[in-house]
């Protein structure tokens, strides 16, 4: 084979790279004392340098768990001196299976990012200006319970609304310290009103699974055969191990990919067959498929007789709507005849996986579709066995009992209009934004505790979530970088990154199933804490007072409190659970160590606290392959099928009919693809250098990716005389933003695409701030019917070049 | 004492740039598009138009010094800074290198560029005087690859993986042409 090689063929060869400084540069940069091309601190615990050489001495290996997606790599820091100069991967974990992401080995940047939140602030300006005070963490916890006078404190708040706790609302993004928040904000101060990143993420592809198969499960693709994956684009989306697996057996090495995707994707250059699928079309290529299979009677009959409910009545619904292959090659672009192909391949496969799919909801037909793939994978039998979908098993951590109080003057959560099952823990982002903006909320919502989220860019429609912060009397902000979410906070309090905190134990389960501590690599930088004693401070400071506030409204406490003395009054306060500060009374470590030694012994404790990885007999069952390679479980212990005869694919959900959802998967003429001449439907994604805003100031990742394009089909450019880095105005019924343009083959001419999580409007974020566009902008929010969940594919746009 | 050499099985990559950022971080790399002691090279743009796109020649090579058994760099260096170390390592003596760039501009396979930090020309070593050096036996950007594409070991050592890896699977070196001998080998 002849390869040319080139520098500069590697700096123009991706899209990503070909632009060197794209950067907007902000004059001052009150949150940074130091400079952003290199750490000029005087800090001793601060690098001198970005990168840092390993030396050849002595080090720590920390184990940790990556914080920079929601995947959680296990790695190893290597600490010298105090400071992180490497991170590797860790080769206990089966879930990365020893290795590490270009994110995953950029984590030192975030960790040394200049711009991180160094100590508490409180606002001194307006809303959104970037004006705050540097205060003590008393003085940040102060301002919470009593306000400044530029906004008003949660006592006041409470006081004003009879204790009626609902007025809080609350929100945080994934993570190991997600449900300690929870529990504080939830059930502790005892507000319901809690949104998080599952309505603008995955919602109905959990729904549609768990309530189709019983789980969302694991696709074993180290011993599948046969792989469609759409929408999923594993090469620039990663997630282990399949991202690993898949890639290792694709390309004639024994896992035959048929990828569907609007976009030719590095995941597409993979497969062995690519069907560039119209956007939110996918359900009507599912159904045909599903028709071939029946009406070919290519399924598993003996698995379909045994496990498979509703059947008759599915096979009858399919066949008569006639959702054939011709239907569907209308529909979605993709032929009749490969349709049926693809149908008789899947079907005749050994071990056929179709893909379950993850990220965003992309049209509103998504619980269906995914309730579709799932019948269709149970079709093939192939679910609960070894190269199927698998349900696996999870390693039990002893659960923690909460003493939740009960607020009598609490109202319950209101963001249900317009869905079908509303979700009770985590709510609609959007129709819980919106009902608040419109007035629809039965109560007044005044105050929102966030924390790591950042719905400026995550949820469709930043201006809406502008207006809705502007509304709330208080907003606090628990974070480690000051997002465009951040500047909306009246109280920030700095959390310590994932490197420098020890977390609660996690229990990843699945086919080699274990448990996982993340410990801290170094201590808290600057005046930062960990989110554990963040929670236990500020509920020690609010405690004693909201209690007070429930003792002058709560009926139900005056009765129960009625004539008792101050000790017993005391008394009944802690033994109720109005004691906010009680879940952390010990520190996580020690928390991690009573409850792992309650589960599996003090040998258990030792290995995951060294190794940062347990499982049962992982001493006897984890061997090196190679110097880079290892076993996690040998075959005959891989958790590969556990179900036996519980197992039961469910095709007809007849109690979702009173509900106004169908019972079974059906195509409606309003899901078809269409866009008005002279527009072009958004589409948008990941990439493999980026994890959405949360990485967009991390200076190494940023220098592979300096800023995010629009792709748009050449011929299109060339048509509309736009050439490569002209800037482009994208206009969508909501709003407008800016972009440079790439001109490419590898998209149809009625959509565009970008990647999402650029365009920070953050100030105090000298490499985010400005650089490409925001989606979240542009994209319209529109929520699916079933969960209210944001649909993220179904905007169309105008361009123009400016 | 070893004679250290790199197999990729290059069509596993995935393009994600891991090994890059290890490489790195591990290795005090500034950053900056073009300090880069390995990169990976989109080989052939995909052509046609969208309707019928001509995709199968894409590939995601691994670019990085190639080890040469004959090193053009060596020979070219006015100043003998370049050597090989006892583990069959291309090397340099920096405090003998005065930026003539004579090895830039001899190496066919542009693995070099100028570290202005230190001021010297610089290249892949295997992680020499860092990993290495401290006893480990994988490389920065092998251990952390998604694909686990790269293989590291000694060519000399029959048992060694790479050795085994080499004896059994059809492999190319880059531009054969140069008869520079190179130690890293593309799996077919």
């Not at chain 1, 966030?450 to 930043?462: D, E, S």
């Not at chain 2, 006893?135 to 790479?162: H, M, V, W």
Request: hydrophobic residues 35%.
């Amino acid at each position: 084979m002849s390869v040319e090689v080139s520098r500069r063929k590697f700096l123009q060869g991706s899209v990503a790279l070909s632009v060197a400084g794209a950067s907007a540069i902000s004059a001052t940069n009150l949150f940074s004392s130091e400079n952003a091309s290199e750490h000029k601190s005087t800090n001793s615990r601060i690098p001198s340098t970005i990168t840092t050489k390993t030396s050849t001495a002595k080090a720590e290996h920390v184990p940790f768990l990556c914080g920079i997606c929601v995947n959680k790599c296990a790695g190893l820091a290597r600490v010298e001196d105090g400071i992180i100069t490497k991170l590797d991967p860790n080769p206990y974990f089966p879930k990365n299976r020893n290795m590490l992401c270009p994110r995953g080995n950029a984590g030192i940047q975030t960790l040394y990012d200049p711009d991180r939140l160094k100590y508490p602030m409180v606002r001194i300006g307006e809303r959104g200006d970037g004006k705050y005070k540097r205060v003590s963490w008393d003085e940040a916890y102060e301002a919470i319970l009593n306000g400044t006078d530029k906004f008003k404190g949660i006592k006041q708040i409470l006081d004003e609304e009879k204790d009626n706790r609902a007025t809080i609302g609350y929100c945080n993004g994934e993570g190991l310290s997600k449900e300690g928040f929870e529990v504080l904000v939830g059930e502790k101060i005892g507000s319901p009103n809690y949104v998080d990143e599952v309505s603008i993420c995955l919602e109905t592809t959990l729904g549609g699974y768990v309530n189709t198969i019983g789980t969302y499960g694991e696709a074993d693709l180290t011993n599948a055969d046969y792989l469609i994956i759409a929408g999923a684009n594993r090469a620039e989306a990663i997630i282990t191990p399949d991202t690993m697996d898949m890639f290792k057996r694709s390309k004639g090495r024994g896992l035959k990919t048929i990828v569907l995707d609007p976009r030719f994707t590095n995941t597409a250059v993979k497969a062995d067959r690519w069907y560039a699928i119209n956007p939110g079309t996918d359900l009507a290529f599912v159904l045909a498929l599903t028709y071939v299979t029946i009406k070919e009677e290519l399924y598993d009959k003996a698995f379909v007789a045994k496990h498979v409910e509703g059947f008759d009545e599915y096979k009858q619904h399919i066949l008569s709507h006639n959702y054939t292959p011709e239907w569907a090659a209308k529909l979605t672009n993709i032929s009749a005849k490969e349709i049926t192909k693809t149908a008789r391949e899947f079907m005749a496969a050994r071990s056929p996986i179709y893909y379950q799919g993850r990220r965003s909801v992309f049209s509103k037909n998504d619980f269906q579709l995914r309730r579709a793939m799932a019948i269709f994978q149970g079709l093939s039998g192939n679910l609960d066995k070894k190269g199927g979908i698998v349900y696996g098993q999870k390693l039990q951590l002893p659960k923690e009992d909460v003493n939740a109080p009960i607020y009598g003057q609490a109202q319950a959560r209101f963001d249900k209009d317009g869905i079908a099952i509303p979700s009770l823990k985590t709510g609609s982002w959007i129709v819980f934004r919106n009902m608040v903006l419109e007035g629809k909320n039965p109560y007044p919502l005044r105050a929102m505790f966030m924390r790591k989220h950042n719905p400026m860019a995550g949820v469709p429609n930043t201006k809406k979530t502008e207006a809705f912060l502007k509304k709330m009397d208080l907003n606090v902000m628990i974070d480690i970088l000051p997002s465009d979410t951040t500047m909306y906070a009246d109280v920030i309090l700095p959390e310590a990154s994932y490197l420098e905190r020890t977390s609660p134990v996690a229990s990843y389960g699945g086919m080699e199933p274990a448990i996982v501590q993340r410990k801290a690599a170094i201590k808290p930088l600057y005046e930062t804490k960990t989110p554990e004693v963040i929670y236990k401070e500020l509920a020690e400071k609010l405690s004693k007072p909201l209690w007070e506030n429930t003792l002058k409204y709560d009926e139900d406490v005056q009765d129960d409190t009625e004539g008792m003395s101050k000790a017993e009054i005391e008394q009944y306060y802690k033994e109720n659970g109005f004691d906010l500060a009680e879940p952390w009374e010990k520190p996580v470590h020690e928390q991690n160590e009573e409850r792992i030694t309650k589960a599996y012994g003090k040998k258990a404790w030792e290995i995951l606290d060294e190794k940062g990885v347990y499982y049962p007999h992982m001493e006897e069952y984890h061997t090196q392959l190679n110097p880079n390679e290892f076993e996690y479980y040998p075959e005959n212990k891989k958790h590969y099928s556990t179900q036996g005869d519980k197992l039961k694919v469910k095709c007809n959900l007849s109690n979702l009919t009173k509900k106004g959802v169908d019972a079974m998967p059906a195509w409606h003429d309003d899901m078809e693809f269409s866009v008005p001449a002279g527009q072009f439907r958004l589409v948008t994604g990941r990439h493999a250098q980026f994890t959405q805003s949360g990485t967009t100031n991390n200076a190494m990742l940023r220098d592979l990716i300096p800023t995010n394009y629009i792709w748009i089909n050449n011929q299109v450019c060339e048509k509309m005389g736009i050439k490569f880095a002209d800037k482009v105005e994208v206009k969508s019924p909501i709003g407008k933003v800016t972009i440079m343009a790439y001109p490419t083959n590898k998209i149809a001419p009625n959509q565009i695409f970008m990647l999402h999580g650029f365009g920070g409007s953050s100030e105090k974020m000298e490499l985010a701030y400005g650089n490409g566009a925001n989606d979240a902008l542009l994209i319209e929010d529109k929520i699916e019917p079933v969960y209210g969940a944001a649909v993220m594919h179904d905007t169309n746009v105008e361009i123009r070049k400016v | 004492m070893a004679n250290y050499g790199m197999a990729f099985d290059y069509k596993l990559c995935i393009n994600c740039h891991a090994c890059e950022v290890a490489c790195k971080e591990e290795n005090g790399i500034d950053l900056g598009a073009k300090n880069h002691r390995l990169w990976i090279q989109e080989e052939t743009k995909v052509s046609g138009d969208f309707w019928n796109l001509d995709r199968d020649k894409v590939e995601f090579m691994q670019m990085q010094c190639q080890e040469c058994q004959d090193a053009p760099c060596m020979a070219a260096c006015p100043n003998g800074a370049i050597y090989r170390d006892n583990n069959g390592i291309v090397r340099l003596h920096k405090d003998l290198c005065d930026l003539t760039r004579a090895c830039m501009s001899a190496c066919p396979y542009n693995a070099r560029y100028v570290d202005e930090k230190n001021h010297v020309t610089d290249k892949c070593i295997f992680c020499a005087d860092t990993r290495l050096a401290r006893g480990e036996t994988t490389t920065a950007c092998q251990i952390t690859c998604p694909a686990k594409l790269r293989y590291f070991g000694n060519l000399d050592d029959p048992e060694s993986e790479i050795s085994k890896v080499l004896s059994s699977r059809k492999h190319f070196t880059l531009k054969p042409e140069k008869k520079t001998k190179p130690k890293l080998f593309y799996l077919e």
